[in-house]
DNA sequence: CATGAATGAGAGTTCATTCAT
DNA sequence: GATGAATGAACTCTCATTCAT
């Protein structure tokens, strides 16, 4: 039905405007000081209106985060179908970092906050486990990726999951590190110098020598 | 003169007892949700007493940010002038970040808790200040064993800054990552053998192959 | 006009669909609690619909009062023209009371609700009028009952409208004493025992011995 | 010590004289259309002064009733206690009612609308704890009287809870109904001789006659 | 007539901070 | 210095009501 459609589509564009705003708030703030009515503002909506399309502001916050989480899952796994041995999958993982970056970096560290910080022990039960599920879910598509490499001998012998998450340390690191540096003194942006070496050194020092 | 000195060590206690007070208070809750009161409590003092230790609330988080950054500082610049090659100088590095962690796991957090979050944005402009400054003295001390090992031949040839600020990075990353699973899902805590591999990886990474 | 008739048939029809769904809500969340949202669900309607049928909420919450203040003023008007003497009118009173209650015992809590309790304060001098209107005119039917017996020398020379006023409020205390149990304790409904034992004794109470 | 107690008399001062502003907010409003606000103004003080004596708006709120219930249940259960037939302790009883009344008759009020209203539904299980046991307790002091009255054969022969029940009801019932009347037409205050009536007929109904 | 998304005023509540004692 | 009661601005969220479709 066409006006069903219609609906769903502005019902739809009217949470993406909410979204945008409220990146943008959070970026600029942080999710503390953000206040609905900022968003509302930034959207130019009234603060009720949020509240139509968005539980509460945690849920609105958590929206954003759990976006390019399941972008990342999907991306991830992508890559560990395909076929190649480990080192080209490496090379395609960290491609696809650099998508998942590019895909939204605002997101990107917002996510990274949201795990790092405070927030994170406020959250509801349930959107715990959603967040929980899905990094889950992504650590364990890497370590496989790193579990083929080990057994093809490319990669050295260490625990799949510990080397999971190292690189996803190292990328969530280099990321946070880069954008504070930037709020700390205004430095030019050298992210993707940083990341590229970053990786660099990293596949290195996972390679076994032949 | 002994009674200006009493009391000025007198007032020094204090504000250690807030200190540790604080510490404890932000762990638990986070510096958003902490309350001055909660603080208040926990050290057994009133709240209008930390005001005469602290200007406010956001002065006294700082204050637990800084003390570590400045411990960081004076061990890495004691590493950097000791004798001894880059990778021998590496070596010590990293066991200086071990006893900065161990020094004051909580606060280590807290430090990357305000590098990486909404708070930095909202920092006086002196804080701020002193914050680069403290920051920005260290990663040149890190860099500076990096770029005599480049000049030794035994790092790879890459800007010792970034190669400083990837250093940096994976260290803040592999903490903030292991404290973010063990708050999602209650993880076993294996922060000292992830950090241990993290570095291993990063030292055969930036190293050159004789 | 049948076209005419037929439309005020199907509003009315519409009003009764609200009225019915609104005292559902009222008697499950209590008029503050209740939202307009929630009734207009009920009905099976959207909330704009409501106010093509009722000015406003508290307009709807008094219709539903005026319709059995409205049921009640009948009932007892036609009791009042009976003919019997007064222990007999009195009788019948009493029929009439459970009648009322029978006709919907919602409603009529609500009514007492209306009357005992802050809503009361905030309605609009109209409908304010029109509750004092009809409830001067039902307990001034019932005091002429009582007028009546007095007269007759079967009821104790008290003035008639002190008497209705005191048989209105054992009928309200009772009703409202009773819900009021069922909701603190969950205990058993005596609701139709304990007002057969007080209509008896007030019975008993104004009746002059021979 | 001097000072504590003087401090704890204060606090109970401050209590008292919030407790006395919201009575008259409540009366003058109702619980659902008082705000905090319009409390704190009345009390002279800042609303966050309020939630340092009251956990919330309901908690105040209830501490008014809680405590006209506390004395109706001390002052009957004193009547209970004292020597004399069972009709001497019903006017003993009746006595009280107006001692109750009279010790706050603002209070008593607010305990029929709590009772009698929606507020119940939206209570604390705990609130609702006390409330029940509170008033659980004087019905069955109440119906020790009518049932000792039974045992001497000077009391109809009905269940003697039942006729506590309805003892309450006609109290109450005429309270609210002619503080209705008053505020629905601004009639004169009755209440007195309404009450006096209403037990007279009360005590005519149930006393056996000899 | 009916809809229901949008509104926006206003509610209860919290908490960093102050200041009289 | 130390206190802690008091402050009041600011927050999130609700909901009666409106109005373009």
Redesign the interface.
């Known amino acids: 039905m066409g006006i069903q459609e219609r609906k769903e589509r502005e019902r739809e564009r009217r949470r993406q405007q909410i979204i945008v705003a409220a990146k943008r708030i959070f970026k ?6 953000a206040t609905m009515e900022d968003i509302a503002k930034e959207a130019e909506l009234s603060p009720g209106t949020l509240y139509l399309y968005f539980k509460n502001k945690e849920d609105l916050y958590a929206s954003l985060s759990l976006r390019i989480l399941q972008y990342l899952g999907i991306r991830i796994e992508h890559v560990d179908r395909d076929a190649g041995d480990a080192l080209a999958k490496l090379d395609e993982l960290i491609e696809a970092m650099y998508d998942v970056y590019d895909f939204d970096p605002i997101m990107i560290i917002n996510l ?2 949201l ?8 959250l509801s039960p349930q959107l ?1 486990l959603e ?2 599920t899905l ?2 879910k992504s650590i364990a598509s890497i370590a496989r990726i790193f579990e083929d490499g080990i057994e093809q001998g490319m990669i ?1 012998d ?1 625990h799949p999951v ?2 999971a ?2 690189f ?7 990321i ?6 930037k ?3 205004g430095s030019k942006d ?1 992210l993707r ?2 990341l590229g ?2 990786f ?7 390679t076994v ?1 032949k």
């Open positions: 600029e703030k942080g999710f503390g000081r990274f906050h795990q790092s910080s405070e927030t994170l022990k406020n715990m967040i929980n990094s889950k050295i260490r510990a080397l998450d190292i996803w340390s190292l990328f969530s690191g280099v946070l590190w880069e954008s504070s540096k709020i700390i003194d050298y110098e940083t070496a970053a660099n050194i990293f596949r290195k020092g996972i020598k």
